[in-house]
């Protein structure tokens, strides 16, 4: 009151304000009731005209979100990602939205604010903006309806070159800027029961392993051959395109453990810059279940199911693993969640047929640029028409340590490329198996700055052991290894290796 009374001046201008507008509301309250339809639709008509010459600006709104299924809308996405570059030389007011590569923070226009862009010397607005805004929420906490989404303003005269040329560029730009900033994303599906608004089917973490094809220990021909292969697929829109197969490509990886098959497939995700689903079939109850997750995952992708002998009833190991949980269930009475668990596996009805279904026709139509890869340590279990060509294109088999995987790990563990021990070593691997996981075992330090000398020895030692054991075992280990290498001879011919 005493701010009113020593300004009378502003009292005023507020009483004019509110009665001037009051007075608007009430004449057109009666115009509506008391004129004709077609006298008003010519007022409107005129008045937008009139509106359009005094501010001769079109907008374009794009929402985050599109439809009722709230699915994020793309072009939101990829307009964030352009803004954020120009914003962090231009606004003044930043938010920090996430972490790249856990090391440099990701900026972008705070809300409201408004950056200008120049294209083809055509001045254009953008602003950021969210609903209800911040101020008329009157909650601590994130309000779970804000609708946010970013408007663009130009003149009128220029609208068709910036819907034809100027937003397509936005979209190309936005698109490769997300690819060059986002975390990467590993994604694990979660069992059905808690799928609900707030739990989503598939869980992630951002996705960091550190693996690449330099560091990956194996023969060099095949890992370019590997290579040459993914980068084939990326680039092979159009040829996909041109012959009409979906655009994705099965991956076998086989060997026995510790050869290498998952640091394959994070040394292939960051080669590819794709995210990766962990698909864990068992956690899944039935083929409508699958479908639901498969439909939900995203392109530019690898799913990855991981000891698929183990993981699909051919080889009836959920009923073994279900028997295992009903035994410590019978075990322990008191614990209920055990034995629901057990109930639950019970009713799991995903077939191989199923699995097919999924991979041949939903998951091809779900978009392209998609890998799908299976790991196995036992190929011989799997039916062959789930790695038949055209499901699974590459069979790669991945094995003992060899020489030349040997002396990356060297590389990797003991920053060498040669040393008067590699010689010694070459013969033993030669001579025996041993899984590129166990070498590295024994090249990594025991204790701080121990020496090369001593860790090469170490290997020495468990090469000239598992050799012995070998020996001793030799009728055993032959027959084992008859049986573990069931692909046949046309098959062999198209694998890499
Ligand atoms: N070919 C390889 N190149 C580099 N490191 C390897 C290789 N194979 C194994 N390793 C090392 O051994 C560890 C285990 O390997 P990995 O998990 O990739 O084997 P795997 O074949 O997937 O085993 P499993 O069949 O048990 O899942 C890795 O963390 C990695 O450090």
Redesign the pocket.
């Known amino acids: 009151m005493d701010d009113l009374a020593s300004n009378p001046g502003s009292t005023m201008a507020t009483f004019a304000v509110v009665y001037s507008t009051a007075t608007m509301v009430f004449f057109y309250t009666m115009a509506r009731e008391h004129f004709p339809r077609y006298l008003l639709d010519c007022i409107e008509k005129y008045g937008r005209k009139l509106v359009n010459f005094a501010f001769p600006y079109s907008q374009i709104t794009f929402p985050e979100f599109t439809d009722e299924y709230m699915r994020r809308n793309e072009a939101f996405t990829a307009i964030q990602n352009y803004l954020s570059e120009k914003s962090t030389a231009s606004a003044n007011r930043l938010k920090a939205d996430a972490l790249r590569d856990s090391r440099s923070l990701v900026l972008s226009m705070d809300y409201n604010e408004e950056i200008a862009d120049v294209f083809d010397g055509i001045k254009v607005w953008w602003t950021s903006n969210r609903n209800p805004p911040r101020s008329m929420q009157f909650s601590v906490y994130p309000a779970v309806d804000e609708k946010r989404y970013y408007k663009l303003e130009f003149h009128n005269r220029h609208k068709k070159h910036i819907i034809e040329s100027y937003l397509p560029k936005v979209m190309e730009d936005g698109k490769a800027i997300g690819r060059d900033n986002r975390l990467r994303k590993l994604y694990s599906n979660n069992p059905s029961k808690y799928w609900n608004g707030f739990n989503p089917k598939w869980s992630h973490v951002a996705f960091e392993h550190p693996a690449s094809f330099d560091?990956?220990?194996?023969d060099a021909k095949r890992k370019e051959e590997i290579v040459n292969d993914l980068n084939t697929f990326k680039e092979g829109r159009e040829y996909y395109e041109r012959i009409g197969k979906p655009w994705k490509r099965g991956y076998l990886l086989y060997?026995p453990?510790?050869?290498?098959?998952?640091?394959m497939i994070a040394a292939m995700a960051n080669h590819l810059q794709y995210d990766v689903y962990d698909l864990d079939l068992t956690a899944i109850k039935d083929n409508t279940e699958l479908r639901r997750l498969l439909i939900d995952t995203s392109s530019k992708s690898i799913l990855v199911v991981?000891d698929i002998d183990c993981s699909l009833d051919i080889t009836g190991e959920r009923e073994s693993k279900k028997r295992k949980i009903k035994e410590d269930a019978d075990m322990d009475p008191i614990s209920k969640e055990v034995k629901k668990e057990a109930e639950e596996m019970t009713d799991c009805k995903i077939t191989l047929s199923g699995v097919l279904n999924c991979i041949d026709g939903l998951w091809s139509s779900c978009g392209g640029e998609r890998i799908i890869v299976f790991?196995t340590?036992y190929p011989e279990k799997l039916d062959p028409a789930l790695i038949r060509r055209g499901r699974m294109d590459k069979h790669i088999e991945?094995s003992y340590c060899c020489f030349e995987?040997f002396k990356v790990?060297a590389n990797n563990y003991l920053k060498i490329d040669s040393h008067f021990l590699f010689e010694a070593i070459g013969e033993l691997l030669g001579k025996t198996n041993m899984?590129?996981?166990d070498v590295?075992e024994n090249l990594i330090p025991m204790y701080k700055d121990e020496n090369v000398e001593t860790r090469l020895n170490r290997l020495i030692g468990a090469l000239n052991a598992a050799k012995e054991e070998e020996g001793a075992s030799r009728p055993n280990q032959k027959r084992k290894r008859k049986r573990s290498n069931p692909i046949n001879k046309r098959e062999k011919r198209n694998i890499v290796s």
């Open positions: 560091t990956l220990a194996m060997g453990p510790g050869t290498g098959k998952s640091t991981e790991t340590n991945m995987a790990l899984t590129p996981a590295a």
